[in-house]
Nanobody
Framework: QVQLVESGGGSVQAGDSLRLSCAAS????????MAWFRQAPGKERQFVAQ????????VYADSVRGRFTISRDKADDTLYLQMNKLEREDTAMYYC???????????????????WGRGTQVTVSS
């Protein structure tokens, strides 16, 4: 079973930056597409960004494209989300997730991911 642990959340002002991390305890981390999702209070969980298993492709939600960058470090099995120019609308619990099938690309649907972390809270105030 894959274990994912997020960190790096916090309370910031609009316009600030944060970098989220997701440590993965999986021997074959490099074989799985990874993603970030978020859930704001009272709202459905939504896709934020994903990166293919080999880092060859990144997909972003329209709301974060140009401000957020997803990356992965195979050396230490860690997924990152660099968030710049944060807005109040970015306030949410952020979750990382691992795809259910190795070597699959371009997934943005929650149903494609079967391992989830517990989340890290990001709060942006103006």
């Amino acid at each position: 079973q894959v274990q994912l642990v997020e960190s790096g959340g916090g309370s910031v002002q609009a316009g600030d930056s944060l970098r989220l991390s997701c440590a993965a305890s999986i021997v074959t981390f490099s074989k799985y597409t990874m993603a970030w999702f978020r859930q704001a209070p009272g709202k459905e969980r939504q896709f934020v960004a994903q990166i293919d298993w080999d880092g060859g492709n990144e997909v972003y939600a329209d709301s974060v494209r140009g401000r957020f960058t997803i990356s992965r470090d195979k050396a230490d099995d860690t997924l990152y989300l660099q968030m710049n120019k944060l807005e109040r609308e970015d306030t949410a619990m952020y979750y990382c997730a691992s795809h259910r099938t190795p070597f699959k690309r371009g997934s943005t649907s929650q149903s494609d991911f079967d391992s989830w972390g517990r989340g890290t809270q990001v709060t942006v105030s103006s």
